[in-house]
């Protein structure tokens, strides 16, 4: 027994208890904590990541068709063409000689006959002004007694494009320039927000944008793309409709015809034939002239109308405009170089002992074509080398090129009583 006592004390050195380690709560919540934090720093990086690339992982797995519009241009008719001749150029069917001389009956019209032919003109007009929308600029600030205060300007707008994702609005950029807000109201009276996409420095019109998923079904089923038609064959005479807001107020439809035409007035870098009317307007008019056929042959700017005809409708001819209005809508900016220019033909370079040529009438400040040392009274006669002869050729030469672009132009200039060859780089620019 001793000796087994002994054996067992001999060996109580190696007994213990094995215990649970006490729990740190502390240290717990600070690995906790630390885990969140990794994981709301990886949310975020992850996000950031995700929203970069995006666009390109769309666009690579998705790509999209390009959001753009086309217009189609009319040609130039040729000297002595005339809307008479364009119908006859299409044939029609030579109808059977009658066997019998036909009965002509004559009747006097009446009054209601009168009313008749009115109420199809507005008729006209009416399903013209589904294409109508009213264009809302908002400007805010303070008066001289730091009140805030906020001012409406308004003006017709044309809906001339749908290019997918949304409509294009055609209307002028003094609306809107320097509004904080941009607001469109269609027919039906619904008021959806907008936004300015491009606009011409030189003419003044600007595009601007509404998404198609911000405008009701209902609404879309109520408006309509306007049709841009040819006015090259407008004449003295012919019978057109003033919609938009001529007079002031939205949606109205005046009658009237063409009353004259000019096709020499200069503007920036372009001439543009000026169509004059019968039809009274304001001076602060806008909206559009449509034929017949309910397409739009001209856009009413009052600005390039004479002091002695600003109580009639001026318009510019729709036909020149395409170009500007399909580059616009494709968020391209108009070049700019800024000359006033007029052809020199044969018989004024007879006269005036002058090159034919290009004439420089005068050179916008601070233009591109100041800083290349262009000058009033210089005969252009080359474009990068090739030969331009009228205002036409040198328009198509410059909307040709992109903002940022030298172009060489060459001038014939007056040193004593010769002209002297002289070349130009100039900067294409674009006119804010």
Aim: charged share 25%.
């Amino acid at each position: 027994m001793k000796q087994q006592e002994k054996k067992e004390q001999e060996f109580d050195f190696i007994k213990e208890k094995i215990k649970d380690k006490p729990i740190n709560r502390r240290r717990l919540l600070v690995r906790a904590g630390y885990n969140l934090l990794c994981a709301v720093i990886f949310g975020i990086v992850a996000c950031f990541v995700i929203v970069l690339l995006k666009p390109y992982l769309e666009g690579w797995l998705y790509p999209e068709e390009k959001s753009t519009i086309s217009i189609p241009k009319d040609d130039i008719p040729q000297d002595g063409e005339s809307q008479e001749q364009e119908a006859e150029a299409t044939p029609s069917p030579v109808p059977a000689e009658p066997e019998t001389e036909p009965v002509v009956v004559q009747a006097e019209l009446e009054i209601e006959d009168y009313q008749e032919l009115q109420n199809k003109l507005y008729e006209i007009g009416k399903e013209a002004n589904k294409s109508i929308v009213t264009v809302t600029g908002v400007t805010s600030g303070m008066d001289w007694f730091n009140t805030p205060y906020e001012n409406e300007n308004r003006a017709a707008g044309i809906v001339i494009g749908n290019n997918g994702q949304e409509l294009l609005i055609l209307t002028e950029i003094k609306v809107i320039k320097d509004a904080q807000a941009i607001s469109i109201t269609f027919i039906d009276e619904t008021v959806v927000s907008a936004f300015l996409r491009k606009y011409d420095g030189n003419t003044g019109i600007a595009i601007i944008n509404v998404p198609l998923t911000e405008i009701p079904k209902e609404t879309m089923e109520h408006i309509a793309v306007a049709s841009l038609g040819n006015s090259y064959m407008i004449q003295q005479g012919t019978t057109v409709l003033a919609i938009g807001s001529p007079l002031g107020a939205n949606y109205s439809i005046l009658c009237g015809t063409i009353t004259s035409f000019q096709n020499e007035v200069s503007t920036i870098d372009k001439n543009y034939t000026i169509f004059t009317t019968d039809i009274v307007g304001s001076a602060n008019g806008s909206g559009v002239l449509i034929n017949l056929k309910g397409e739009i042959v001209g856009l009413v700017l009052q600005g390039y109308s004479s002091q002695s005809d600003r109580n009639t409708i001026t318009a510019l001819s729709i036909s020149e405009l395409k170009q500007i209005i399909e580059d616009l809508s494709n968020n391209r900016d108009v070049p700019y170089v800024g000359l006033r220019l007029s052809t020199v033909t044969d018989d004024i370079a007879g006269e005036y002992s002058i090159p034919k040529g290009v004439y420089i009438k005068s050179v916008e400040l601070d233009s591109p074509a100041m800083a290349a040392g262009l000058q009033e009274a210089d005969v252009i006669v080359r474009i990068n080398g090739e030969e331009v002869a009228t205002v036409e050729q040198y328009n198509q030469k410059i909307y040709a090129l992109n903002p940022e672009d030298t172009v060489t132009v060459t001038v014939k200039r007056q040193n004593g009583e010769e002209y002297a060859d002289l070349e130009c780089a100039v900067v294409v620019g674009v006119l804010k």
